[in-house]
């Protein structure tokens, strides 16, 4: 079957399952298998399907609040908006099959998680990508970023959703497995808010969209829970998993985006599931098993792009651009008229059955796969084994050995001999060359756009009710923090999602994460997903944000080697009244340069350098120990910024000119920033040395202003800290004695810094 | 009865609700026409929108050239009707030889959403009769294939014509003579690869296109009289 190279290998390994899984599957049936039944499992039981390592510690994060109406579990996390709208937000890596096939990998993880979101009935509207990379400076590097840049775009601007940010890092942990993280966000009336699940015996199946082929087939098995055997390089890479990449077409779910709107608008489905992960295996047995009904499948009406596919690979093909609605034989014409007048294929593959009865008498869900709908019985099994009852393992857990002394080891007096001047060249990085291939402007809504702290959308769309409000997002990562510390990195990352997103003037209201992390069944990779789950339940419960979705990616090896711990943030935030464009990071002549938020990082070592871009990327030493976070003060300083932009943003006058949050290259590259984005520099003072130049605690906002005595009035009245740094003007950035450079060598190298990075590979 | 514009989806079309959007907030009124229609019904003036048509497949507006609706669309054009291309619409339009030329891939091999600057170098068209000769517009792009070129006494005759509508400041792309927007003979039929309808609200960054959706709008209101 899955794989026939090794003859002498039972079938349950080749697909993925190992011997007590086996025989998990032997008590849960009362019997053995058949091998459609074994395949199956193979990839329902997947790490990537069921979260076997992780949902024990997933547990731990707090899921509740008061806007929440959908929380993890679901395809998408969904809040309430106010106005009538609704809010579904969720966060995927599509990152094994990126390393293997980059543009499909990647187009096909965009593709996936718009169905996520119109799942939901939400129409998708913005779409943002974390990636991260191994060093630019190598001719792999730069094939895995044009594939995945190119696969982006290529499927995003065509099925119309706007790429509106993003993240992009380099770090040689990633030189053999790249990570493509896909964040979408979409938005619905709020009383359309559907499910998927199955109801109503008699009521049909009907899959919709393309027919099912070859490609994809093990895809959550074979490629997502398994890492990279190869040995350095490219040559050694798994070429043999390629075909467990999907191949993506965005024409056909434009075209099923609009198909399934349509049939929510018009009431025609009961519940609608997207195929992704485990194809229809998946869509199958959690639609049964959520409605608690049985779920008659026959295999042969299933459209196939092939001839001689097995029952097997048809159930779990990946193929693309799939969706399953329930409806009733009645409204079946009128979905049949509507999916025709989309050129989308609608066909009867199943039927709601009577649901099987457990040892209480209570209904449980059922799945069967059959031969004709009324022919052979294939496979039998309940579909709540395959969907909500994988093993749970609580896998051992080890900090890792040469921890306490990399901990002790501080780089940050040794910054002291560094020319900052030098420093934050090297840093400066305009990453315009790749989301400017993205489009970012469709539908109307973007405000502010990549390359800004954070995106800001009108919260309006097709079909929603009128309203004034905006959406701000953010995603936001830092395994240079995360490799030191994964408990408080991860907690840092949380505060530095809530800064970005204040910068806009919208408030933080929940978030989403994806867990990219290395094998866990390394002790080291489990210690480490278990410190970062509670790092980010610590950060959200201080800060008040309700996890509402997540993702974990785990197998992120190479040749043995873990990539450092990468949870990724996803933040969404809304702002109450957006009529005019807030403040952005560009400053003006004449303006005040004001530092808001705490001076002295709060931890053991003020101004550490631990974890930061001058300490990792320019010293090359990953080592020291991270701060704490003060979350009263944090949650103050985000709550002033947040007010101060958003009164600009509802149209009053406000206090600022510019505004940008402190973040990666520290307060040295934040102020370089705004140089180059106000084409001006500026004379600055009272900075602590490099220490505070590129210290890079979250919570602090640089911002400009005419009226420091209003300004300060405010920062009073919030009980945050404010400093006066100096003014802006001249064609020089100059800080105090530490930095002279001219603003025009600092616009010219943000510009070409990483289209130069990527060419040395060529070269 | 308000000004009424059409605004064309052919499967793949994303860019329609922003075409709408931009003509109800200009204060006229604007319904969707899909493309395996055979009759417009009662329009003023026509929106191919951006997006991608049939997927872009074969080439950009290859396929939504033989869609039904495009015989009307012709007729209308034939009727001296003002028929606007935004994008992949004017990509359309090419194929349908309602205008001449042709758009290839960019310069840069590379897709493109960034904002153009561009200058009105005539206003004898349905798009620009409302703006004023030599000014300048910021309104963004967001294409792959925007590259205009035709041979070289298509040139000649759009340039002594008056038919070359808008040209770039700083070509983004590669296009012939820097041309962003041309129309047909009459003035009635416009091509152009930069969105006016994302470029109507100083809210995302630009009101520049509002002068020449009203452009629209003028010749929209006069044909219908």
């Known amino acids: ?763 | 009865m308000a000004t009424t514009i059409g605004v064309v989806v052919f499967p793949g079309t994303n860019c329609e609700h922003d075409a709408v959007a931009a003509v109800e907030q200009l204060g006229a009124s604007a319904r969707l026409v899909f493309h395996a229609e055979d009759k417009l019904g009662d329009l003023d003036g026509l929106i191919l929108p951006g997006g991608f048509a049939h997927g872009d497949y074969l080439r950009p507006g290859a396929i939504a050239r033989f869609s039904p609706i495009m015989d009307a669309v012709s007729a209308f054009a034939a009727q001296g009707g003002p028929v606007v291309g935004i994008c992949n619409g004017f990509q359309v339009l090419c194929e349908a030889h309602l205008l001449p030329g042709a758009l290839q891939k960019n310069r840069g091999l590379t897709f493109l959403c960034q904002p153009s600057r561009l200058k009105v170098t005539s206003t004898n068209s349905a798009l620009t009769n409302a703006a004023t000769l030599g000014e300048e517009l910021t309104i963004p792009i967001n294409h792959f294939s925007g590259s205009y070129t035709c041979d070289v006494d298509t040139l000649r005759e759009l340039q002594n014509e008056d038919r070359i509508v808008l040209r770039y400041v700083e070509n983004p792309n590669g296009s012939l003579d820097d041309i962003a927007a041309i129309s047909n003979e009459q003035g009635n039929v416009v091509g152009l690869m930069p969105h006016p309808e994302r470029a109507v609200s100083a809210l995302l960054g630009s009101a520049d296109g509002v002068v020449l959706m009203e452009s629209l709008l003028r010749a929209a209101s006069v044909s219908r009289v």
């Open chain 1, 1 to 763: 079957m899955a794989s026939t190279e090794n003859p002498a290998e039972p079938l349950h390994r080749a697909l993925g399952l190992t011997d007590v899984e086996f025989a998990d599957i032997k008590t849960v049936l009362g019997r053995d298998p058949n091998p459609l039944e074994l395949a199956l499992f193979g990839v329902m039981w997947s790490e990537h399907c069921s979260y076997k390592s992780s949902r024990i510690h997933l547990k731990r994060l707090p899921t509740e609040g008061p806007t929440v109406l959908v929380g993890p579990g679901e395809n998408a996390g969904v809040v309430d908006a106010g106005d009538g709208i609704a809010v579904a937000i969720r966060i995927e890596s599509h990152n094994h099959p990126s390393a293997i096939e980059p543009h499909q990998g990647a187009a096909t993880g965009v593709g996936g998680i718009l169905r996520d979101i119109f799942t939901m009935g939400a129409r998708p509207l913005a779409v943002m990508d974390p990636l991260f990379f191994g060093e630019p400076n190598d001719a792999r590097q730069r094939w895995l970023v044009d594939g995945v840049v190119s696969g982006i775009s290529n499927y995003g601007n065509s099925v119309g959703v706007p790429t509106v940010g993003g993240e992009l890092t380099f770090d040689r942990c990633y030189q053999t497995n790249p990570l493509v993280n896909v964040l979408c966000v979409g938005a619905l009336p709020v009383e359309r808010l559907v499910l998927g699940q199955a109801s109503g015996t008699g009521n049909l199946a009907v899959l919709l969209g393309s027919s099912t082929g070859r490609d994809g087939i093990g895809g959550v098995s074979v490629l997502a829970s398994a890492g990279f055997d190869g040995a350095d390089g490219a040559a050694s890479l798994d070429d043999a998993k390629r075909p467990s990449v999907q191949v993506g077409d965005p024409y056909e779910e434009k075209r099923l985006i609009e198909a399934c709107l349509a049939l929510l608008d018009d009431g025609l489905v009961i519940g609608i599931q997207d195929l992704g992960g485990a194809g229809l295996a998946c869509a199958t047995s959690e639609t049964a098993a959520r409605g608690r009904v049985g779920m008659d499948v026959d295999v042969t009406a299933i459209p196939r792009r092939e001839p001689g596919m097995e029952p097997w690979e048809v159930m779990t093909s990946e193929s693309q651009e799939r969706m399953l609605a329930i409806v009733t034989p009645e409204s079946l014409p009128k979905v049949e008229e509507l999916c025709a007048r989309w050129e989308v294929n609608a066909t009867v593959i199943g039927k709601v059955t009577e649901p099987e009865k457990d040892a209480n008498g209570e209904p449980i869900g059922q799945l069967r796969i059959r031969n004709g709908f009324d022919g052979e019985i294939l496979a039998d099994v309940p579909a709540a084994a395959l969907a909500d009852e994988a093993p749970l393992y609580e896998r051992p857990l080890a900090e890792p050995k040469n921890r306490t002394a990399m901990l002790a080891d501080d780089p940050t007096n040794d910054a002291e001999g560094l020319d900052a001047n030098d420093v934050i060249l090297s840093l400066v990085t305009d990453p315009a060359m790749v989301y400017r291939q993205y489009d970012h402007q469709l539908f109307l809504n973007t405000v502010i756009g990549p390359g800004a702290d954070a995106a800001l959308l009108r919260l309006a769309g097709p079909g929603l009710p009128v309203s004034s409000k905006g959406m701000a997002l953010s995603t936001d990562s830092n395994p240079r923090w995360c490799a030191l510390d994964p408990r408080r990195g991860t907690a840092a990352t949380v505060a530095e999602g809530m800064a970005n997103v204040a910068c806009t003037g919208a408030s933080a209201v929940a978030v989403v994460n994806c867990l990219n992390f290395g094998n866990p069944e390394h002790p080291e990779v489990m210690w480490q997903l278990s410190e970062a789950v509670d790092g980010m339940s610590e950060a959200c419960l201080a800060l008040g944000l309700p996890v509402i979705g997540g993702n974990v990616s785990l197998y992120n090896e190479s040749a043995g080697v873990d990539i450092d711990p990468t949870p990724v943030i996803g933040t969404l935030a809304l702002l109450e009244e957006l009529v005019a464009r807030p403040p952005s990071l560009g400053w003006s002549e004449g303006e005040s340069v004001v530092l808001l938020g705490a001076r002295e990082a709060s931890g053991t070592i003020p101004f550490s350098l631990a974890g930061t871009q001058v300490a990792v990327d320019v010293m090359g030493r990953r080592c020291g120990t991270l701060f704490d976070i003060d979350y009263a003060t944090h949650a103050a300083t985000c709550a002033l910024i947040s007010s101060l932009v958003g009164e600009h943003a509802s149209g009053k006058d406000g206090l600022l000119g510019s505004v940008h949050d402190v973040g990666g290259g520290g307060l040295g590259v934040a102020l370089a920033e705004m140089a180059i984005a106000g084409n001006v520099g500026a004379s600055l003072s009272g900075v602590h040395g490099v220490k505070e130049l590129f210290c890079e605690h979250p919570g602090r906002f640089v911002v400009t202003t005419n009226d420091v005595a209003a300004l300060q009035t405010r920062a009073n009245e919030a009980g945050v800290a404010l400093s006066v740094l100096g003014t802006v003007g001249g064609t020089v950035l100059s800080i105090e004695s530490l930095v002279e450079t001219k603003v025009s060598a600092l616009s010219e190298r943000s510009r070409s810094a990483l289209s130069d990075a990527l060419d040395a590979a060529s070269r």
